[in-house]
């Protein structure tokens, strides 16, 4: 693993950033690692931007990610994984991104469109070394609840081949935090079958 190993999370208000950010750090220490966690927030309300940035490695790193230096992007909400991927990615990035839209407030008072995402897919891949969209969506209504994206983004990752943390632990960590419920349990499950197919 290269160190610091970075993962940034991007999403809005209240599709569960932090926790993400909470599940990766827990299993980062459970692997014995120093895992450093900032967080920024955009408007200072649900729907606003939100990145969460988490640095691995076996000693303690500033809590941001450098321009350009982002090994995986974790995109809960598809134009703040562009919008992060266009300040944070680099040649070796690696992005995992839900399908799933949240309009902002313009876009649903018709002042503005939202792009195709082929258009963001494009854009993305001009700014990652490789990009998954994963469609959450379907995932999550057979899981039971929309509000599991984390926990199936999670999965995802713990699939990811170039991901340093062990899936058991990301797992592990994840139920922890969140508890067994058979929502996220099927959640990462589906994650992690979304990442072969």
């Not at 967080?39 to 350009?68: C, E, M, Y």
């Not at 902002?104 to 854009?123: D, F, H, I, M």
Request: with cysteine; aromatic share 4%.
């Amino acid at each position: 693993m290269r160190e610091p190993f970075n993962i940034l999370v991007a999403g809005v208000g209240g599709q569960g950033n932090l926790v993400c950010g909470r599940v990766l750090a827990e299993a980062a220490i459970q692997q014995g690692l120093r895992p450093v966690v900032g967080d920024t927030f955009g408007a200072s309300r649900r729907g606003g931007s939100v990145l969460t940035h988490l640095r691995i490695g076996t000693r303690d790193w500033a809590p941001l990610i450098p321009q350009g230096e982002v090994d995986i992007l974790l995109g809960l909400e598809p134009m703040e994984a562009l919008r992060a991927a266009v300040e944070y990615a680099g040649k070796r990035t690696i992005a995992l991104v839900s399908l799933t839209e949240v309009p902002t407030a313009n876009v649903n008072s018709g002042e503005r469109v939202y792009p195709p995402l082929t258009k963001v897919s494009a854009s993305l891949a001009e700014h990652c070394k490789q990009v998954y969209m994963l469609d959450a969506e379907s995932a999550l209504l057979r899981a039971g609840s929309p509000r599991a994206l984390n926990s199936f983004l999670l999965g995802s990752l713990s699939a990811l081949t170039e991901n340093p943390l062990s899936q058991d632990l990301i797992r592990k960590a994840l139920y922890t935090t969140l508890g067994r419920d058979t929502i996220n349990v099927t959640a990462f499950e589906e994650g992690v079958a979304a990442l072969h197919q």
